[in-house]
């Protein structure tokens, strides 16, 4: 046991401090200068790098030393572990780190942050098609086929039958020629069989369209027989018509009845349609029972007009009357889906339907219908109700615009009580009124208002007499009194609106109208005369608010769109005045005003050839006014283009021999190119002006016969043109613009003014006012009126 045991030296005892004089070699510095590995590092570029052990975390480890000879000397940490990814024993120890998403080593070469990759550049672009490939060729040989079949149904629609079956055995041709192409590039499931479908169907129409039927029959055979075409048994009706046309009635039957048993009862439309068929193929053949059958069958399902009158005539061949009877109960209980009062009403310009109509409108049947509808309210409890559809009748003539046959029926109540004579009065006088015929319009508005005091149409239309004879503030009292007995009458407070400006109280006018604007909002109308008015007092930017929103009620309303080009004209503002003036004159382009004024923009701005297409279409719209030919020829000459200048003023001499203005100019152009038609030009010219001074003298002469009455004359005539100045201000100014644009000083220009002797008329500007109609619908009702734009408001 003793071996195990070691003592201590003595001489450790006693010396305490030993061990402080150790240290690591590796800080001896004294022997750094003969330290080779040393002194190679301090003189390669390795030595003089900065750690970046502080910008990349990582392992404490540190970095391989480089040597001059290009190897790297792993250097262990100081716990002797070797460095990530170093080489060990020759294996290469495996990263224990792993890339953040984004971070790449060219990082640490100081480029930009990409995470994206966005810095690569743009995708490769996409490899052209291959139209040379099985599949482009089959691509493209199915859309020329179904271009095909949508042009041989565009034929058929429009009546070119035979490109329309053309087309689609065209269709047919290139469709078989697809199948094998596709058979041989891919498999039979992936033919499309809708193309091939509809490439049949469309043959087999055409055929059946061209009277073809043996080959429609044929080409049905193949569908219907086809087991790959779903629901092709709904085909067989299309059969069954054929027979039908080829008076194979046994067959058609036949047909209809196998098309009825593959349709399923939940296309009730399409089985009632297939019953009615085989209906009427009965009928042809003369098996009435069996018809009857069907028709029964359709009546009591989904009854409509057509069976209910071929059931009738049924039971009319076998003689059984008491069904007929029956059937025509249920003929007229079938609703016609129409309204009442539309019935005789013509929906299109079809004559067979309007030569329907005229027949039926009046016949025994109709006569009969309406009396005896009339008779039997009478004879009810409901007695007053007879007045009503007399009313109502006279009111469908109307609608029909048959105003003889509604005047007669009206005209019968003038022996009825009070309330009733004073409704069929009050319709009398509106249609007396819409006729201009108003001594009639009075005497029916007086026995209107006679019979019924509290009536505010037959106010209304009292006043309307007595407003067109002039006497407005009569007939502003009329219209206050039928809106005291009724607030909601707005034709009456918007003809007091009509007779107060016609009194120039223009601040009343404006409120009648602004309370109308509160009721209707968007009344065309009622915009215009708030325009209107603001207008007339001189508020220009008012004006133009309002009629901003007219336009935007009514945008495409021409004569807004030139009274809003005026008013921005007065104010100074040409662009925005061409603008509305334009669009005035793309939706109406037959306004003189507008065109004229667009003419002398274009003039006035030097742009002369814009300028001719205004002016020759105003030549087209009055070809007997010699200004406008002088005003293209004029442009012509502004522009430089001589010759053609020369030419139109030979056009107008030609149609305007006498006009001196012409011949003027053409003395003027032929001197100056040099032409021999001078001449001739100035004999006709000198002819003229000496024609001229002979009238000139003559007036003269016999004006000064009468000197006195002629000053007379002239005061009145100064004092009237006086009133009128400002009315007429802006023809003026546009007149005198247009007669300044030649100017005189300038070569081949007249300086007479009448080459362009033009007025400028206000083209919304009123002409008749005329003011709101009433007319009573009922007995009930107030009124009867529509409305249109200006301050002429008729009813329709």
């Keep these: 046991m003793m071996q195990n045991v070691h003592l201590a030296p003595e001489t450790d005892e006693d010396d305490l401090y030993s061990g402080y004089n150790d240290y690591n070699p ?107 490939s099985p599949e482009e060729k089959i691509r493209q040989l199915e859309k020329k086929v179904n271009e095909l079949v949508e042009e041989s149904c565009i034929a058929n629609s429009c009546g070119d039958l035979k490109l329309a079956l053309e087309k689609a055995k065209d269709a047919g041709r290139k469709e078989r020629v ?100 085989i209906g009427v193929t009965f009928i042809k053949t003369g098996q009435y029972s069996d018809a009857i059958n069907s028709f029964e069958h359709i009546m009591s399902m989904a009854p409509n007009l057509k069976a209910g009158f071929n059931l009738i005539l049924s039971y ?93 029926t009206l005209k019968m109540f003038e022996k009825k009580d009070s309330r009733v004579k004073s409704a069929a009065a009050t319709n009398l006088s509106f249609l007396y009124y819409l006729e201009n015929e108003f001594a009639q319009a009075s005497s029916y508005a007086d026995l209107a208002v006679n019979s019924d005091r509290y009536n505010p ?55 009648c109208f602004l309370k109308l604007h509160a009721i209707l909002r968007n009344s065309a109308q009622v915009l215009y005369q708030i325009a209107n008015v603001y207008e007339l007092m001189e508020d220009p930017n008012q004006a133009i608010e309002w009629l901003m929103q007219l336009i935007s009620v009514v945008p495409t309303d021409s004569r807004a769109l030139s009274k809003l080009g005026e008013l921005h004209d007065s104010e100074g503002d040409k662009s925005q005045a061409f603008q509305y003036y334009y669009e005035s004159y793309r939706y109406f382009p037959s306004n003189i005003e507008v065109i004229e004024w667009l003419g002398a923009y274009y003039i006035d701005t030097q742009f002369c050839e814009k ?33 053609k200048a020369l030419d139109t003023y030979k056009d107008i001499h030609k149609k305007f021999p006498e006009n001196v203005e012409c011949l003027r100019f053409l003395v003027r ?69 247009l007669r300044a644009l030649p100017g005189t000083n300038e070569p081949y220009e007249s300086s007479s003014n009448k080459e362009i002797d033009a007025s400028y008329v206000d083209p919304l500007g009123p002409q008749v006012e005329r003011p709101k109609t009433a007319a009573k619908k009922r007995v009930d009702e107030d009124d009867f009126a529509d409305e249109e734009l200006g301050d002429d408001l008729l009813p329709e």
């Design 26 to 132: 590796t800080y001896d510095t004294e022997d750094l200068e003969n330290d080779t590995a040393f002194q190679q590092a301090v003189r390669t570029s390795h030595g003089r790098r900065h750690p970046i052990t502080a910008k990349i975390p990582s392992t404490a480890v540190t970095r391989p030393v480089a040597t001059g000879y290009g190897s790297k000397t792993s250097l262990a940490s100081s716990m002797g572990r070797p460095m990530t990814g170093a080489i060990q024993d020759g294996v290469t120890r495996p990263m224990t780190a792993v890339r953040a998403a984004g971070f790449t080593k060219a990082a640490l070469r100081g480029s930009s942050f990409d995470p994206l990759g966005q810095s690569r550049g743009p995708a490769p672009p996409l490899e052209a098609k291959n139209e040379d």
């Design 178 to 277: 697809l199948v094998r192409q596709r058979e041989q590039v891919t498999t039979p499931e992936n033919i499309n069989l809708d193309l091939t479908y509809s490439v049949l169907f469309n043959l087999a129409n055409q055929y059946s369209a061209n009277e073809m039927y043996t080959e429609a029959l044929n080409t049905y055979q193949v569908i219907v027989k086809n087991k790959m075409f779903s629901n092709a048994g709904k085909l067989k009706m299309n059969m069954g018509n054929i027979y039908l046309k080829q008076r194979n009635y046994s067959k058609a039957i036949k047909f209809y009845r196998m098309a009825l048993d593959q349709i399923p009862s939940v296309h009730k439309e399409m089985r009632i349609k297939i019953m009615q068929n």
């Design 316 to 408: 009319f061949a076998i003689g059984d009357q008491e069904k007929m009877k029956k059937s025509f109960q249920k003929l007229i209980a079938v609703p016609l889906e129409i309204d009442e009062d539309d019935k005789y009403i013509s929906p299109s310009d079809d004559p067979h339907t309007n030569l329907v109509i005229e027949a039926i409108k009046n016949d025994h049947l109709r006569q009969m219908e309406r009396e005896r509808c009339v008779e039997v309210v009478k004879a009810s409890q409901y007695v007053e109700l007879a007045n009503d559809l007399e009313i109502n009748k006279a009111i469908t003539y109307l609608r029909q615009k048959d105003f003889t046959q509604a005047v007669d």
């Design 457 to 511: 149409s037959a106010l209304t239309n009292k006043g309307n007499t007595v407003f067109a004879n002039g006497d407005y503030e009569k007939a502003a009292e009329f219209y206050k009194e039928a809106l005291r007995n009724d607030s909601s009458c707005t034709e009456a407070l918007y003809n007091i609106g009509l007779s107060y400006k016609k009194l120039n109280r223009l601040s009343e006018a404006l409120d």
């Design 611 to 643: 300028a001719i297409q205004y002016f020759e279409r105003a030549s087209l719209i009055q070809p007997t006014q010699v200004k406008w030919q002088l005003m293209v020829a004029s442009c012509f000459r502004r522009s430089g283009n001589y010759q």
């Design 669 to 737: 152009l032929c001197t100056d190119i040099g032409l021999k038609e001078v001449q001739e030009y100035a004999t006709k010219l000198k002819r003229l002006e000496k024609m001229k001074e002979i009238r000139e003298q003559r007036i003269k002469s016999g004006r000064d016969g009468s000197g006195g009455s002629r000053g007379k004359r002239e005061g009145s005539a100064g004092s009237d043109s006086g009133q009128n100045c400002s009315a007429s201000s802006k023809s003026e100014r546009l007149s005198a613009k």
